[in-house]
């Protein structure tokens, strides 16, 4: 234990007296929490809208109206007809055209429905689709609202949002964000350990002292485990100002987690240091592990949407399980018999990370 003091000691003065990482440490997860959740929003707006009105009537001024103040929209220009639309689209100057047919009042008014023509660039899929959605709907309003059988009350659909009732993307991101910072605390930064004593020549050193692989590996987990716990607090703490949100769930279970996360992530940053012989080796592989961990995370897409080859894949990515858990205690509440399987895939990672830095790691100048 004594040994293990002197290197702990020794690592924290390092990092003490370098000039960037103390930085990151506070810096770092107070910039992307803030930037990201704002940029990082797959909510749609001012989708460009171009109109072919082929009515002329005061019933397509108002649904022009309507959907241009929803907030979603806003108009690119009129045309008298789709093929003037076209080039609108071609050119990127409207995402979406949507025609009104002629004699679209009297439809409506004498059945109460009519149809139009609805084209998107589907170029951007998910903006097509989204924004044809948000169309769709806000016509589907227009058409219940203005109705010409008064009598017969349309079918009337209430909805509760649960867990997050104003539909607000940012608590969906700002959780998963977070289980990002630890990501790269934990891979990056220790990843990069071994090979900067490496570069300097301070390694050769400690290669011809009797000191157990074990004990210098934990040497080099432990300060980042313990940065990395810094910066989920102070992660936390700019979600609480920042955004008013705090977990539902009980904050030990996501310490806990992160706890064991980390070991698992310094574990697979050490194991990518000791087979690398630069820090440019060693940034590059974790640069691909991260992006690989980030898309089949459920960071940005939801897992359930991926084929299924990428959803098994998803289940060897740590990351996954950080991000399932810090949403369902952050938004859900759940509580640790709901989150068994996380905890025993966190240890088994542990396991694997560790076990193969220690045994990647040799004696040898």
Same mark, same amino acid.
């Given at each position: ?61 108002? %649904? ?6 929803? &907030?979603? #929209?806003?108009? +690119?220009?009129?045309? !008298? /007809?789709?093929? *003037? ?92 964000? %977070? ?6 605390? &934990?891979? #990056?930064?220790? +990843?990069?350990?071994? !090979? /900067?004593?490496? *570069? ?166």
């Amino acid at each position: 234990m004594k040994t293990l003091r002197y290197l702990l000691e020794k690592e924290f003065k390092q990092i003490r007296r370098d000039k960037i990482i103390p930085r990151m440490i506070l810096v770092m997860p107070v910039l992307q929490l803030i930037i990201l959740p704002f940029a990082a929003n797959f909510e749609m707006k001012n989708i460009n809208l171009a109109i072919v009105d082929n009515d002329y009537s005061t019933t397509t001024q108002r %649904i022009t109206e309507q959907i241009v103040s929803s &907030g979603y #929209f806003q108009l +690119a220009g009129k045309t !008298v /007809s789709y093929a *003037e639309a076209l080039p609108m689209i071609e050119n990127n100057d409207a995402d979406i055209i949507l025609e009104y047919p002629a004699g679209m009042e009297k439809d409506l008014g004498r059945e109460g429905q009519a149809t139009v023509f609805i084209a998107a660039n589907a170029v951007n899929a998910s903006k097509a689709g989204i924004g044809t959605s948000y169309l769709s709907s806000i016509l589907q309003q227009f058409n219940v609202s203005t109705t010409p059988n008064a009598h017969i009350k349309p079918t009337e659909i209430k909805s509760t949002n649960l867990y997050n009732p104003y539909l607000d993307y940012k608590a969906y991101m700002v959780p998963g964000i %977070i289980a990002f910072l630890m990501t790269i605390v &934990g891979g #990056f930064m220790s +990843a990069l350990n071994i !090979v /900067s004593e490496k *570069e300097k020549g301070t390694i050769e050193q400690i290669n011809v002292t009797p000191l157990p692989k074990a004990v210098f590996i934990l040497s080099k987990l432990i300060p980042f485990w313990v940065i990395g716990l810094v910066i989920l607090t102070l992660a936390m703490i700019v979600a609480w100002l920042v955004y008013g949100f705090v977990p539902v769930g009980n904050i030990l279970i996501i310490y806990s987690f992160a706890a064991l996360y980390l070991f698992a992530l310094t574990g697979l940053g050490l194991a990518v240091s000791t087979i690398s012989a630069t820090q440019q080796q060693a940034m590059f592989t974790m640069f691909f592990c991260n992006i690989i961990f980030i898309l089949l995370g459920g960071l940005f897409t939801p897992i359930t949407s991926m084929p299924e080859w990428a959803q098994t894949f998803t289940l060897f990515n740590p990351l996954r399980y950080f991000v399932e858990l810090m949403r369902m205690v952050y938004l859900n509440g759940s509580i640790l018999s709901d989150l068994t399987t996380h905890f025993i895939a966190i240890i088994l990672f542990i396991v694997t990370f560790n076990v193969l830095a220690i045994i990647g790691y040799r004696k040898q100048s």
